[in-house]
């Protein structure tokens, strides 16, 4: 018998789900940060970030795996999966740009 208690991919989006609450965090940090230095509030990018991470990588990611995966005998499925993986990474990668930006300009900001 093949049992299998907790999938990976839920442990995937597990982690996501979890650096997108640290993302949500760093944001507070950040923006009492930048309120001490007086620059403008770029924290929103942060939370912006997070909530991409969620709905746009770990909801997507989580359909393919829990869904898509088990089908991927039917063609269509297939290319539907194939689809919501390109959607979920491009939406980590926009996710990772807007959480970088924030970053990079309060320590060039910092080191001036």
Do not use: C
Request: glycine share 6%.
């Amino acid at each position: 018998m093949n049992f299998v208690p907790l999938h990976i991919g839920l442990i995937l989006e597990i982690g996501v789900v979890v650096l997108a609450m640290v993302l949500f965090r760093f944001s507070r940090v950040l923006g009492g940060l930048l309120d001490l230095i007086h620059r403008p509030p770029l924290e929103v990018w942060l939370k912006l970030s997070g909530w991409i991470m969620i709905l746009g990588f770990a909801v997507p990611h989580y359909i393919a795996v829990a869904v898509l995966y088990p089908n991927v005998a039917n063609p269509v499925m297939l290319q539907l999966l194939w689809i919501t993986r390109s959607i979920s990474f491009f939406a980590l990668f926009i996710a990772a740009v807007l959480a970088f930006i924030p970053s990079l300009l309060y320590y060039r900001w910092t080191n001036q």
